[in-house]
């Protein structure tokens, strides 16, 4: 977890071609760690459990079949037409951003709603996902992640004296 003022944020974000505002996890290269960044001097909340919650998914803390079975769960708790809902609801929320960045304040169309969507499965196949969806479970994956409030802080504070902090924590979720 590495957090940034919002200038610095900014910055990073736009390096690693990001686009959230208040936070996003970074995949690594071969050899690096995981990394999240957050925006301290961001007003929105919940962000960093939110993307724990994309690192446990995409940073090798799961064996693909763990992966595949969360994929599988998801599927199970959200019919299709829920499913392509969400996604039409993240998506409508991604242009709304984008537009208030560029200073557009008007509710997305539905072709502009569809093209996001199309945009992020396209991205999610190109990442050499099985199914373009993938990129909805794992959102909805990291809201539940961050909905399960884990205090990440507390465990901090009550690693035992001796212990390495960076295992212990990279043994906490089992």
């Known amino acids: 977890m590495i957090p940034l003022n919002a200038a ?24 690096r760690r995981d990394r999240i960044f957050d925006n301290a001097e961001s007003s929105r909340n919940g962000l ?8 446990v998914l995409r940073g090798g803390a799961l ?10 769960d998801i599927n199970s708790r959200y019919t299709p037409d829920a499913r392509k809902a969400m996604a039409s609801e993240y998506a409508a929320s991604m242009v709304r951003a984008e537009n208030a960045k560029s200073g557009v304040n008007i509710e997305p169309s539905p072709a502009a709603i569809e093209a996001k969507v199309a945009e992020l499965t396209q991205g999610s196949m ?10 909805l479970r794992e959102e909805i994956f990291a809201e539940e992640f961050r909905n399960a409030n884990i205090d ?7 690693i035992p004296l001796g212990v390495n902090p960076v295992s212990f924590m990279e043994n906490l979720l089992g």
Do not use: C, M, T
């Open 63 to 72: 064996s693909p079949d763990q992966i595949d079975a969360v994929h599988a």
């Open 48 to 55: 960093a459990p939110h993307e724990y919650g994309h690192a």
């Open 126 to 135: 190109v990442k050499g996902s099985a199914d373009g969806l993938d990129w």
């Open 8 to 31: 610095d944020y900014k910055l990073n974000a736009e390096a690693n071609g990001q686009n959230g505002s208040g936070a996003y996890f970074l995949q690594p290269s071969e050899g």
């Open 152 to 158: 990440f802080a507390r465990a901090r504070r009550n």
